[in-house]
């Protein structure tokens, strides 16, 4: 059975498998209430379309649908199906059963930034509704929202790490060659997972080593490829991709073992297992080559607002994070500069050991009081 297969032999095996037979998340259908005019579930669909009209990024879209299967499902809990019956202080409501109860499932509550995404979107909804005139007043105008924090990245990997991490797929391997392929991608070029299952064929210039991004909010960009990333992409693309397509009018660049794109859900369950595999004591998922791959430009003297085009950020202190991250450059500057950084040089029989033992008397920083 193709179970038992690995590599470029189960991807065959796949591949002849009918769309009705194959694994993935199905998606639920859900059914509301739409017999009433401002019936939420009547509206919610308009509003979606809205959204479509006016060019919103499909990934926007995506979030939104998320946000009212979330909401209305804890509404129709409590029979609330109309605007007109959403007030702020059930809006008030909801927003502390997300904080108390959303992630509970996964053992953790639901992060900030999904929180404000998820209200920010409700917002957004009820304003839209309010300007219909579906409802008389917006019930969501005043409803304050979680304050923001500022969160580091977890530890960046070092290069010794990525080398190891790179070094993971088995190349023996058809497969092996397109995840490594992958993989070095995101290292060079430092981007989103989403970005990579978009990428298509003609976005990868060879000649120009440069590569055509769809960002978020369908902001495009061009980045550089760096040589050794583009020879694992050619070899992919020379040995492995025409293996894999099963169209010929299929675009994707990097292709699953059923010939389509990859979701990204299914990269960062890779990035991940090879992450695992390697040895790194910490969990990631594809973000962490992307922090890698900006921290340690950072650190060989990248200017920031090179880094900022690489990574698509339209707001520089969005980059700026990466300075705080790179602590090399500040040791550097602790060690040169603080009277304490420091043990003095070894002598006598500490220095015959290879040792620098600590003075008894350890020496007093200036203006310390003694």
């Given at each position: 059975?193709?179970?038992?297969?690995k590599?470029?032999?189960?991807?065959?095996?796949?591949?002849?498998?009918?769309?009705d037979?194959r694994?993935?998340?199905e998606?639920?259908?859900?059914?509301?209430?739409?017999?009433?005019?401002?019936?939420?579930?009547?509206?919610?669909k308009?509003?979606?379309?809205s959204?479509?009209?006016?060019?919103?990024?499909?990934?926007?879209?995506?979030h939104?649908?998320?946000?009212?299967?979330?909401f209305?499902?804890?509404?129709a809990?409590?029979?609330?199906?109309?605007?007109?019956?959403?007030?702020?202080?059930?809006?008030?409501?909801?927003?502390?059963?997300?904080?108390?109860?959303?992630?509970?499932?996964?053992?953790?509550?639901?992060?900030w930034?999904?929180?404000?995404?998820h209200?920010?979107?409700l917002?957004?909804?009820?304003?839209?509704?309010?300007?219909?005139?579906?409802?008389?007043?917006?019930?969501?105008?005043?409803?304050?929202?979680?304050?923001?924090?500022?969160?580091?990245?977890?530890?960046?990997?070092?290069?010794?790490?990525?080398?190891?991490?790179l070094?993971m797929p088995?190349v023996?391997?058809?497969?092996?060659v397109?995840?490594?392929?992958?993989?070095?991608?995101?290292?060079?070029?430092g981007?989103r997972?989403?970005?990579?299952?978009?990428l298509?064929?003609?976005?990868?210039?060879?000649?120009?080593?440069?590569?055509?991004?769809?960002?978020?909010?369908?902001?495009?960009?061009?980045?550089?490829?760096?040589?050794?990333?583009?020879?694992?992409?050619?070899?992919?693309?020379?040995?492995?991709?025409?293996?894999?397509?099963?169209?010929?009018?299929?675009?994707?660049?990097?292709?699953?073992?059923?010939?389509?794109?990859f979701?990204p859900?299914v990269?960062?369950r890779?990035?991940?297992?090879?992450?695992?595999?390697?040895?790194?004591?910490?969990?990631g998922?594809?973000?962490?080559l992307?922090?890698?791959?900006?921290?340690?430009?950072l650190?060989?003297?990248?200017?920031?607002r090179?880094?900022?085009?690489l990574?698509?950020?339209?707001?520089?202190?969005?980059?700026?994070?990466?300075?705080?991250?790179?602590?090399?450059?500040?040791?550097?500057?602790?060690?040169?500069?603080h009277?304490?950084?420091?043990?003095?040089?070894?002598?006598?029989?500490?220095a015959?050991?290879?040792?620098s033992?600590?003075?008894?008397?350890?020496?007093s920083?200036p203006?310390?009081?003694?």
């Open positions: 059975m193709s179970y038992k297969l590599g470029i032999q189960r991807a065959v095996q796949l591949a002849k498998r009918a769309r037979q694994g993935g998340n998606k639920e259908s859900i059914s509301y209430e739409l017999g009433a005019p401002d019936a939420l579930g009547l509206w919610h308009v509003y979606l379309e959204l479509a009209a006016r060019n919103y990024a499909l990934d926007t879209q995506e939104r649908r998320q946000t009212f299967k979330l209305f499902t804890w509404a809990e409590r029979d609330l199906t109309r605007a007109s019956q959403i007030t702020r202080p059930i809006l008030e409501s909801f927003q502390r059963w997300l904080w108390h109860h959303a992630g509970r499932r996964k053992g953790q509550p639901l992060g930034s999904t929180q404000c995404k209200l920010g979107g917002k957004h909804f009820f304003r839209w509704l309010a300007r219909q005139n579906v409802i008389v007043h917006n019930p969501a105008s005043e409803l304050e929202m979680p304050r923001a924090e500022k969160r580091l990245p977890h530890e960046v990997l070092t290069q010794t790490q990525v080398g190891k991490l070094a088995d023996c391997d058809p497969l092996g397109r995840d490594r392929a992958m993989l070095e991608l995101f290292y060079s070029t981007i997972r989403t970005e990579l299952c978009r298509d064929l003609p976005d990868l210039n060879t000649e120009r080593r440069t590569l055509h991004v769809r960002g978020k909010g369908n902001k495009d960009r061009v980045v550089p490829v760096g040589e050794h990333a583009l020879a694992w992409v050619e070899r992919y693309l020379r040995e492995v991709r025409p293996r894999l397509c099963l169209d010929t009018h299929t675009q994707a660049l990097f292709l699953t073992g059923y010939g389509e794109a979701n859900d990269v960062s890779m990035v991940s297992r090879w992450l695992k595999q390697a040895g790194v004591p910490r969990k998922g594809c973000h962490t992307r922090h890698a791959c900006a921290t340690h430009m650190e060989h003297g990248a200017d920031i090179f880094i900022q085009q990574l698509g950020h339209a707001n520089l202190d969005t980059t700026a994070i990466y300075t705080e991250v790179s602590i090399k450059q500040l040791q550097e500057v602790h060690a040169r500069c009277p304490a950084a420091k043990l003095p040089v070894a002598t006598g029989e500490a015959a050991n290879g040792k033992a600590p003075p008894a008397n350890p020496p920083v203006g310390e009081n003694v």
